[in-house]
């Protein structure tokens, strides 16, 4: 099975088009959801042949029964029931790729809250959550940078929801969780400072360089600027002494 052969985002938007006729609400997250909401700059996934394997969806615990009925009827085959972390797999029976489902969060190496977001944006996550969706991995790849650079190129930070990257939010959360706020930032950083220069200009010309890098400077001096709660400062002496994140299970 290979991209070529398999279109994940028309099958994502399927999906999400269904979930939407019979009411539920379901939003994707994951590369495909990168690619759907970078349309301008779709592009640069493939620059740097970033291929889509698998599919991704959220959505909240009261459509935990109404979301297997719908994937089921669109012919995918669960591979068991919710895990207590509301992750539940599915494959689509004539290619065999995986659907992962999450209710409400996104426990990963941070956890992620979708309760009161999924309606912000349509038909992915909100672009915040799409950002802070790769921010949160330890071990950040270079598959996770051409999504951010991506998302990024495409859009500006500001202080909404509305086809931007919503500093607001993304601050406030990190203010709260220092080692979630630890993972982020050095994520940013190592974006900015080594990932974007390791590309030839060919993959990602000067406009693009200069640009997201003016961007994640923006970001950076946004979440380094709000004022952290006390349960933050508390945690930021003891450090990385200290597991700062969770281990992510294996599917």
Not at 125 to 141: D, N, R, Y
Not at 142 to 161: C, F, P, T, W
Not at 229 to 236: I, N
Request: aromatic share 10%.
């Amino acid at each position: 099975m290979s991209e070529e052969t398999v279109d994940f985002v028309g099958d994502a938007l399927a999906i999400i088009d269904k979930a939407k006729a019979n009411g539920v609400v379901l939003r994707v997250m994951g590369a495909s959801a990168f690619r759907i909401h970078s349309p301008r700059y779709s592009h640069i996934h493939e620059k740097f042949r970033r291929s889509i394997s698998d599919l991704d969806f959220v959505s909240y615990w009261k459509y935990s029964n109404a979301v297997p009925k719908l994937l089921e009827s669109m012919e995918y085959e669960s591979q068991g029931a919710y895990r207590e972390d509301g992750r539940q797999i599915f494959i689509k029976k004539s290619s065999g790729y995986i659907v992962d489902i999450f209710l409400d969060k996104l426990i990963m190496c941070h956890t992620i809250d979708f309760r009161n977001r999924l309606e912000v944006d349509y038909p992915t996550i909100p672009l915040a959550e799409l950002l802070l969706e790769k921010m949160q991995i330890v071990e950040f790849t270079e598959k996770d940078a051409v999504d951010s650079i991506m998302l990024l190129r495409e859009h500006e930070i500001g202080s909404s929801d509305n086809e931007t990257i919503n500093q607001n939010y993304i601050s406030d959360l990190l203010a709260r969780d220092w080692g979630f706020y630890y993972t982020v930032t050095t994520n940013l950083r190592n974006l900015k400072d080594s990932f974007v220069d390791r590309f030839s200009r060919e993959q990602l010309p000067d406009e693009d360089r200069t640009d997201v890098k003016g961007k994640l400077d923006q970001l950076i001096a946004r979440i380094d600027e709000t004022p952290k709660t006390m349960g933050w400062k508390v945690r930021a002496k003891v450090g990385t002494k200290k597991a700062w994140y969770q281990q992510v299970e294996p599917r």
